[in-house]
């Protein structure tokens, strides 16, 4: 999925959060970048369950990102 997935840019009219996902098959990746000082909402993990790969904080804000926060959440 990371090499090969399909790529689809998300909330591309959001200036705060670079988001993208990567499907292939039944897997999807998402990755959502904070790239401000602040925290900003976002709701892309919300209510769904999946493997979080990467992630710069150990507890996350339930509707946003947190200030530079990235999160890559793996979806089966």
Do not use: M, S, W
Request: proline share 3%.
């Amino acid at each position: 999925v990371i090499v090969e997935g399909v790529f689809h840019g998300l909330l591309e009219d959001n200036d705060d959060i670079y988001a993208y996902e990567r499907t292939l098959g039944n897997e999807k990746l998402v990755v959502a970048c904070n790239f401000t000082n602040k925290e900003v909402p976002c709701d892309l993990f919300d209510g769904k369950e999946g493997e979080e790969l990467i992630t710069n904080y150990k507890n996350h804000v339930a509707g946003a990102l947190q200030p530079y926060e990235t999160r890559v959440i793996l979806y089966k």
